[in-house]
């Protein structure tokens, strides 16, 4: 098993930016890729960005590109998410997870743990 808490979120005006921390604790050493998904309000969970652990390989969802960077620090067994020039319809919250098995995948179905989330609200 392995333990993901997220950090950073909060409330900040549109054009703002906000920086995510997720760190993660025990069997880290399986740990292949991790991502980041967020929810909004009646929507479903959506994939936002993806980072293998060893070779830090990147991948975005469209709506992110551009804007979001994600990122890890090996040996703090920390993941982040910087984001900039934040709109609205980024208010979501936003999940942490990882995945044990080859692969970056944009479905949640395909991870293996998820954090409790943090939020994340931009104000017009």
């Known amino acids: 098993q392995v333990q993901l808490v997220e950090s950073g979120g909060g409330l900040v005006q549109a054009g703002g930016s906000l920086r995510l921390s997720c760190a993660a604790s025990?069997?880290?050493?399986?740990?292949?890729?991790m991502a980041w998904f967020r929810q909004a309000p009646g929507k479903e969970r959506a994939f936002v960005a993806a980072i293998t652990w060893s070779g830090g390989n990147t991948y975005y969802a469209d709506s992110v590109k551009g804007r979001f960077t994600i990122s890890r620090d090996n040996a703090k067994n920390t993941m982040y998410l910087q984001m900039n020039s934040l709109k609205p319809e980024d208010t979501a919250v936003y999940y942490c997870?990882?995945?044990?098995?080859?692969?970056?995948?944009?479905?949640?179905?395909?991870?293996?743990?998820w954090g409790q989330g943090t939020q994340v609200t931009v104000s017009s």
């Open positions: 997870a990882a995945r044990f098995t080859r692969g970056i995948p944009i479905i949640q179905r395909e991870y293996d743990g």
């Open positions: 025990g069997r880290t050493f399986s740990i292949y890729t």
